[in-house]
């Protein structure tokens, strides 16, 4: 065993799906859609970040936020090589570290 699958997803829920999930998630350098953002009420999320999101730049975010995270408790060395990011069943984008 390397990591045990309930501590994989309470990283991933803290790290990427609380952060996310149902939000508007825009590029801090697009102004026109922050503005509209301030006018959607308080139900309305919103997260910035300073990447334009499309599906392989959240792919690198949510690598970049949990490959820290992902240790063993077991004794082995162990790292994450690779995330993946579904827009639909059918498309997905991978990001993977240059590891050379």
């Known amino acids: 065993m390397l990591m045990d699958f309930s501590d994989v997803s309470s ?3 803290e790290h990427v799906h609380d952060v996310i999930d149902h939000a508007f998630v825009v590029y801090e350098g697009d102004a026109d ?3 509209a953002c301030q006018h959607m009420g308080d139900s309305h999320r919103t997260v910035i970040v ?3 999101p499309t599906a392989e730049n959240l ?3 949510a ?3 949990v490959a820290p ?3 063993s408790a077991y004794g082995n060395r162990l790292r994450l090589v ?3 990011c579904r827009e639909t069943p059918k498309s997905v984008a991978t990001w993977r570290p240059n590891l050379s």
């Open 11 to 13: 990283i991933l829920m």
């Open 59 to 61: 792919a690198k975010w």
């Open 33 to 35: 859609a922050i503005a």
């Open 63 to 65: 690598f970049d936020a």
């Open 50 to 52: 300073p990447f334009i």
């Open 69 to 71: 995270h992902i240790t």
């Open 82 to 84: 690779a995330m993946h």
